[in-house]
Every structure is written in structure tokens, then in C-alpha cells.
């Protein structure tokens, strides 16, 4: 039996609803998409699957699929990754969401705490954080996650990281669009997106929800489960499971906020890339918050 590689790749960004268009995607008859959702092959050195034979395993059911993808995020805050699978998928298609990124970097900030990555108590001193972070060769060594995850800020320049991947691809061989339209609008923007992928229309009434994070009550205690319960629990060490299903359910607080001035002081920063983006692609995410609300 011949494997297939992906066609399309859902690029981000990460904490737009990737989520569910990955589960609504994987459950028309005539698309693939493999388990783990982000196998992160090409965004070295943060891998899930880490050899090319693996990756190339993780498609061995996709041989009758019209579209075979590819759902990790992290290809499109990775700086290599636009030229990696230029190399390997010239003709790949893209599809890409994006929402508000003062709101999606909060929502970062709160999945990176929730699953034990964060040590910073506040997202403000997460975002004060990020300048020693992103300067330093020893966090980026170290981190115990994505090193771009930690980026709350840079992480949402979608219009500088949309830019990059133009310089490698055709504007026609991408899809964007807004979590906040695919919230208003599901039927439209999955109708577009099955025409994009060229395949059958199957009309969905209701949007399924996946991917909302929680934050924690204690810190210190997720971190304990993400550095030592987790990977016993893995090993299938009695008992292990069942601690972390406790510990998991028993430490979900309520999420983080940020103050309204960190809003709009991070909002005017973001202004001139969400400029750049509405110039490349057509999408004013703003103006797609303001008309779901």
C-alpha cells in the first residue's frame, strides 16, 4: 500500500480554533488527518514525531483520502518552516484562522499555564517576561514547550509570519479566515473551505467546541504533573493515571484575564502587523470581532 504525504496543512494560528476545524475535517469521508493532530515534523527543534519514517507512518490509512493533512500550528510561528515545506510541498494548500491577537495571546497564556508550561503567576509578567526570553540562548535551549508558545507578543504577528510564507507560495494555494467567522458563520466558511480542498460539500449545522483552556489554581502543583505525574502516568506506573486525572480536575481554576491597559497597550503594538495582514490577505480581523458581537 502507497502512503500518502499531506496536500493541505492547517497552519494556525494557534489558540483560532485549529482545534475544531481539525475534528470537523476529520470527520468528512474524503479527508485524512492523523493522530497526533500536530505531529510538528517541520518545526525542528520542537518535533512530536521526530524521524521521517514515523512521520511518514502517521498517513498509512490516507491512501483513498482526496485531502491528507497536516494540523500543527507551530509551522506558522516557526521562522524555518515556510521554506521547509516549500521544499518538500510546493503545491500544498493552507488554511489559516486567525482572531484578535491581544485576546489570542492571553488564550496562550492560559492553555501554556494550564498544561504546566508557565511559571509566571500574571499574563503581564508573562508578556514582561518575553524580552529576557526571546534574548536569551539558554531559555530557548531549556523551555520546557514550544519556545514560540512563550512568545505571547511575537507569536501573533500573523501579518510578518503571513508575509513569509507569501514569499514561498502563491496567494491562491491559501485560505484565511477568522475564528470569529467560522463562530458566525460555520456553514459559509466550511462550504469555502470544502471548495478549497476540493472536496464534497457535507453542510454543518453546529459548530462543535474544542480546545478552550481553563487555567489553574496552582502552579506549582501543574507543574508537578507535567514534569514528573505525566511521564510516569506514560510509563503506565500504577497509580500515575489516576493521580494526574485528579490532579487535572482538581486544579482547573478560572481563567486568567489581563488588565484592560495590557489590552490596548498590546493591541496598539500589534496595529501595524494587523495593518500588514489586512493588506496581504483581505482579512481585518477587528472588523470580524466587531460584527460576531
Request: hydrophobic content about 40%; charged content about 20%.
Amino acid at each position: 500500500m502507497s502512503i500518502r504525504l499531506p496536500n493541505f496543512f492547517i497552519l494556525g494560528a494557534g489558540r483560532s480554533g485549529t482545534t475544531t476545524l481539525y475534528f470537523v475535517l476529520r470527520d468528512h469521508p474524503e479527508v485524512f488527518l492523523p493522530t497526533p493532530k500536530e505531529p510538528t515534523f517541520f518545526s525542528e527543534p520542537f518535533q512530536v514525531v521526530r524521524t521521517p519514517i514515523r512521520y511518514a507512518k502517521l498517513f498509512e490509512g490516507a491512501s483513498e483520502a482526496r485531502a491528507v493533512g497536516d494540523g500543527s500550528h507551530a509551522y506558522l510561528t516557526h521562522p524555518d518552516s515556510a521554506a521547509t515545506l516549500r521544499a518538500f510541498f510546493p503545491d500544498a494548500r493552507f488554511i489559516v484562522t486567525f482572531r484578535n491577537p491581544a485576546d489570542r495571546a492571553l488564550a496562550m497564556y492560559s492553555y501554556m499555564l494550564e498544561n504546566g508550561y508557565e511559571i509566571m503567576p500574571t499574563f503581564e509578567r508573562a508578556l514582561f517576561a518575553e524580552e529576557k526570553r526571546f534574548a536569551s540562548s539558554r531559555f530557548a535551549k531549556r523551555c520546557p514547550h514550544y519556545f514560540w508558545n512563550f512568545m505571547y507578543y511575537r507569536s501573533g504577528l500573523f501579518g510578518e509570519q503571513i508575509q513569509r510564507y507569501l514569499q514561498h507560495f502563491p496567494r491562491e494555494q491559501f485560505f484565511f479566515t477568522t475564528l470569529y467567522d467560522l463562530q458566525r458563520e460555520p456553514a459559509r466558511v466550511l462550504g469555502e473551505i470544502q471548495t478549497f480542498l476540493d472536496i464534497s460539500q457535507m453542510p454543518i449545522s453546529e459548530l462543535p467546541q474544542y480546545g478552550s483552556s481553563k487555567g489553574v489554581k496552582l502552579i506549582s502543583l501543574q507543574l508537578v504533573e507535567r514534569a514528573l505525574v505525566r511521564p510516569l502516568a506514560r510509563r503506565g506506573v500504577p497509580f500515575m493515571k489516576q493521580t494526574r486525572g485528579f490532579i487535572n480536575k482538581w486544579n482547573r481554576g478560572s481563567p486568567p484575564t489581563m488588565k484592560p491597559e495590557t489590552h490596548a497597550a498590546l493591541l496598539a503594538r500589534f496595529e501595524p502587523d494587523l495593518e500588514l495582514l489586512t493588506s496581504l490577505t483581505g482579512v481585518d480581523v477587528l472588523a470580524s470581532q466587531q460584527a460576531k458581537s
